[in-house]
């Protein structure tokens, strides 16, 4: 008998991978829980039955998340992170020398125990002595900062259920009282590839940019997100992430990328004319 994991992406599209096995299926207080081992795409993380990385794409996701406006601002020091339970964006986060903090907040503990449990390939960082962990709600979290972090992160979920709160404007102004001068806010955006999913994207591109002087959107390839098509969110007070990219002292890292480079980071930014088109009236 064969086995297959099925995604919904709309009433009338779905994705489906063949697994070989289920190791883990649980539910905590916010959500159902699963990893499954798959023939094609190793081991996957989903959530309320929405994949949420895979062992052979998750680092593509990962890397634009932090690498963009790390090369945008090398002289980030103080980061949060909000989500990101999987661990990925951390281990991202902590092959740079030059940070010094990293404060990461998830609402569900569970995911981070059956990450570090099953999926080591991206858990695999969280003991880095820079990196606190704290339960709780990012939208909470977020309201007690001041001018402190460099970079915030928000690696969350669809904005529905647990993720919900981390796409209102008021969040969005917490954050942007909660960075410094030359701070940055990255975002996961959503796709517009599906008609269901325009809204969303409007709706937080018109939050963000009604809060943030400068507000943009880039994009990537995940095969196994809806559509492959993705997009993230970037936002600032003073920092374009194309004009003010500091190529040269980047590249200078030697940080070895699968996906990531310079040349894709200026280019990710030049988007097709049917996003450009939902975006133009926000």
Known sequence: MELWFTEKHTDDAQFSIKVKEQLYSGKSYYQDIAILDTYEFGRILTLDG???LTEKDEYIYHEMMVHVPMACNPDIKNVLVIGAGDGGTVRELTRY?????????EIDEKVIEVCKEFLPQTACRFDDERVHVSIADGLKYVRKKENFYDLIIVDSTDPFGPGEGLFT?????NCFK???????LVNQHESTYYDSYVDMVKRTHRRIGGVFPVSMVYQ???PTYPSGHWLF????????????IKEDEWNSLGLEMKYYNTELHKGSFALPNSVKEVLSGE
């Open 50 to 52: 929405y994949i949420m």
């Open 97 to 105: 020398s030059t940070i010094e903090n990293i404060d990461m907040v």
């Open 169 to 173: 404007r008021e969040f969005y102004g």
């Open 178 to 184: 909660a960075l410094t001068e030359n701070g940055i």
């Open 220 to 222: 990537a390839h995940i």
């Open 233 to 244: 969110g970037f936002a600032s007070k003073n920092i374009h992430p194309v004009h003010d």
